[in-house]
Nanobody
Framework: VQLQASGGGLVQPGGSLRLSCAAS????????MGWYRQAPGKQRELVAA???????NYADSVKGRFTISRDNAKNTVYLQMNSLKPEDTAVYYC???????????????WGQGTQVTVSS
């Protein structure tokens, strides 16, 4: 399973960005899809996650501002980020829990990371 993330960039405070992450390769099933972020000098933290059934979970710091969604037909997860703040600056990583084939166990896969910088 390979993950390709896109959509990061530089935005002013109060602005918006939309991240996308597409899974490709040998995919039997995908369970949870999510986004994590890591700011300089800090640990990687969960931003938002969504199950195959559509249940979502958000970090308290982004509730009401970020929205996670997925397109199961395209094996793609999105993160709509509104009202961005300087403290949202970080490298954002997509993560999926997936099985590559019927015989595989559920495993974690990570994207390459995309930089989000919120600054005036």
């Amino acid at each position: 399973v390979q993950l390709q993330a896109s959509g990061g960039g530089l935005v002013q405070p109060g602005g918006s960005l939309r991240l996308s992450c597409a899974a490709s390769g040998s995919i039997f099933s995908i369970n949870v899809m999510g986004w994590y972020r890591q700011a300089p000098g800090k640990q990687r933290e969960l931003v938002a996650a969504i199950t195959s059934g559509g249940s979502t979970n958000y970090a308290d710091s982004v509730k009401g501002r970020f929205t996670i969604s997925r397109d199961n037909a395209k094996n793609t997860v999105y993160l709509q980020m509104n009202s961005l703040k300087p403290e949202d600056t970080a490298v954002y990583y997509c993560n999926v829990q997936a099985r590559g084939t019927f015989y595989d166990v559920l495993s974690d896969y990570w994207g390459q990371g995309t930089q989000v910088t919120v600054s005036s």
